[in-house]
């Protein structure tokens, strides 16, 4: 047993003296199983009624309703949480009981949440993410009463910040009034959605859809009509221009779909600093309040999309270190979905206070980049002819797109450059998504080159920077393999003296503060 999950034992366990959860968490947890377990009731009714609908629909209703209820109330009762010294306590469990002690020191994200129905009655989910949580929250209080659920929240971030942001010239800061940074509107976010790069995503989602109730043993045929047959009736040429309307008609709906789905999840997106946190708020539905500690932010994320730079718009995600949520959303959380190019550097240096991202010029990546793009992908487009040259001969005509493979390998080339600036490393790539990281000297973990074979041919190399957000990982592509080992070295040191800047104040502070 760790540290972290026992209760010190000097005095009895504050656990045992905890707050109930509010009793609509019976209501909300017997939905929220029932939820997990619908795929493996729909299954199970299907298969055991033998074709029965409504022996079906009985074995579903008890395959989700009993364990669900019995499960939510064996939950409500046995849940206990308190908030001691520095220290959030809880306790759960029937047969096994599991009791968690979580040092507040240790807290990266603490997040409000509220679907419409949990807003309708007044209640709410607290989460609390640290850097060590997993795929889960280290703890999640739900539901309590709003008023409840913001007073602890309050509580928590208040006895969460560390000693050198508590103090100044000896006195306790508190926490400041929000500084505003960003408002967005439903416009702005209509916006955001319509130039998103997701309407063919979310189009090839609904075919998935349309695939998975085809495969359902369900007597769909008697509800749908037989398209296959329909098809087979038209000429080649109603076929192809048919396929192509329905292509278009899904890329519409899910562009569509992508805006209602931008302008209701990030409704009234609210973006403020407090102290050290930033603070955001956003969702119609279901409602979000978060916040992230600044120290946690690991590196930041400008994204170009292709359809966003025309219009001088950009969006700007930040790498955190671990937590739940950064590794659902692959290590980046939306910081702001979108905003004015012009704006993005403003919005930078309210997250790195000493950087000016608007005063780096970009050193660009070596010259034979664009060669060996073009060969990699000169010969892909030739492998694939091949392959469809044996089954027509037509298939030679994908030979066609050599020059346009010509054409993206210099636009690689031209989006790609790196600079060592102002105690930050800043990188940028991408084609149809131009994305620009910014990591500061004293984030980096660890560094490598690597090299793959079209690389090593032309004596290039590529320089992987790592952080502690368990996410993407910046990467300078296509330098020669000698400035790559140049760069190593220089962002190492740079790195090295960063951390002992850094390690040195806080020893100052801290002995200050005493």
Avoid at 253 to 278: E, K, M, N, P, Q
Avoid at 326 to 347: D, N, T, W
Avoid at 410 to 437: C, E, F, I, K, P
């Amino acid at each position: 047993m760790t540290p972290s999950d026992e209760a010190p034992a000097t005095e009895p366990s504050p656990a045992t003296q905890g707050r109930r959860l509010h009793p609509l968490t019976l209501l909300f947890s017997t939905v929220a199983i029932a939820r997990r377990l619908i795929l493996p009731a729909v299954f199970g009714g299907i298969s055991a009624a033998g074709g029965d609908a409504g022996r079906a629909v009985l074995v579903i209703l008890g395959v989700l309703t009993v364990p669900s209820i019995a499960l939510a109330i064996a939950h409500y009762f046995t849940f206990r949480y308190a908030v001691t010294g520095e220290e959030l306590v809880y306790r759960s469990g029937v047969l096994r009981r599991k009791q968690r002690v979580i040092p507040l020191s240790r807290v990266q994200n603490i997040e409000v949440r509220q679907s419409l129905a949990q807003r309708l009655t007044g209640v709410a989910e607290l989460r609390v993410e640290t850097a060590g949580s997993g795929s889960e929250p280290e703890a999640a209080l739900s539901v309590l009463r709003r008023a409840e659920a913001d007073a602890l929240r309050h509580v928590l971030l208040a006895r969460r910040r560390p000693v050198e942001s508590r103090t100044v010239d000896g006195e306790d800061t508190g926490l400041s009034e929000p500084a505003p940074l960003v408002h967005l509107t439903p416009p702005e976010l209509a916006v955001a959605g319509a130039t998103a790069n997701e309407a063919g995503l979310i189009a090839a989602a609904l075919v998935g859809a349309l695939q998975f109730a085809d495969d359902l043993p369900l007597p769909l045929e008697r509800y749908l009509p037989d398209v296959e047959a329909w098809f087979t009736q038209q000429s080649l040429a109603g076929t192809v221009l048919l396929v192509a309307a329905l292509m278009v008609v899904l890329i519409v709906i899910g562009w569509v779909v992508s805006i209602v789905g931008s302008v209701v999840g990030y409704y009234d997106f609210t973006l403020a600093r407090t102290g050290d946190d930033i603070q955001k708020r956003y969702g119609l539905l279901n409602r979000r309040e978060a916040s992230v500690p600044l120290r946690r932010v690991q590196s930041i994320r400008v994204e170009e999309s292709l359809l966003r730079r025309p219009l001088d718009l950009a969006s700007l995600k930040i790498e955190t270190a671990g937590g739940p949520a950064q590794q659902q959303r692959g290590g980046a959380e939306a910081f702001v979905p979108i905003a004015q190019a012009r704006r993005i550097a403003g919005l930078v240096q309210a997250l790195f206070p000493s950087f000016a991202l608007d005063a780096v010029e970009l050193a660009p990546v070596h010259p034979r980049s664009p060669r060996r793009a073009f060969t990699r992908y000169a010969l892909t487009l030739a492998i694939v002819a091949g392959g469809l040259a044996l089954l027509d001969r037509r298939g030679l005509l994908v030979l066609a797109l050599v020059p346009f493979a010509w054409v993206v390998a210099r636009w690689q080339y031209r989006m790609r450059g790196y600079a060592l600036a102002d105690g930050h490393v800043v990188l940028r790539s991408g084609v149809l998504n131009r994305v620009t990281w910014i990591v500061p000297d004293e984030k980096i973990q660890t560094l490598h080159v690597t090299a793959t074979p079209f690389q090593r041919r032309h004596g290039l190399a590529s320089v992987v920077v790592d952080t502690a957000s368990g996410g993407a990982q910046p990467t300078l592509v296509d330098v020669s393999a000698a400035d790559a080992a140049t760069l190593l070295e220089r962002m190492a040191e740079r790195a090295r003296a960063a951390r002992a800047r850094v390690r040195a104040a806080r020893r100052s502070v801290a002995q200050a503060a005493v």
